[in-house]
């Protein structure tokens, strides 16, 4: 198992950035993979953006560019560094863990963070 803590949300001007962060109760070594996931108003969660163990990140085409995962196995964490943010980023962000045990797959989410890009 592990819990989840997301933090870094808030109130952005389209074109700003901000940074979101993910800790984690336990080591991220191990975790097969950690990712980010938003879901805006009226729309289904989909994934932002993630990080497999041993460092290869997959990107949602609408963030590709302008976002950054990030991982710090020493602090386990991962961050997201979002850039050149658009309105239509605007959503909640979940943090989610993904542990594979034998043909098991369990995914752990955070609580989310709120992020509003408005003017």
């Known amino acids: 198992q592990v819990q989840l803590v997301e933090s870094g949300g808030g109130l952005v001007q389209p074109g700003g950035s901000l940074r979101l962060s993910c800790a984690a109760s336990?080591?991220?070594?191990?975790?097969?993979?950690m990712g980010w996931y938003r879901q805006g108003p009226g729309k289904q969660r989909e994934l932002v953006a993630a990080?497999?163990?041993?460092?290869?990140?997959h990107y949602a085409d609408s963030v590709k560019g302008r976002f950054t995962i990030s991982s710090d196995n020493a602090k386990n964490t991962v961050s997201l560094q979002m850039s050149s943010l658009k309105p239509e980023d605007t959503a909640v962000y979940y943090c989610?863990?993904?542990?594979?045990?034998?043909?098991?797959?369990?995914?752990?989410w955070g609580q989310g963070t709120q992020v509003t890009v408005s003017s």
């Open positions: 989610n863990a993904r542990i594979v045990s034998g043909r098991n797959e369990l995914d752990y």
């Open positions: 336990r080591s991220i070594f191990s975790i097969y993979a």
């Open positions: 990080i497999i163990s041993g460092g290869t990140t």
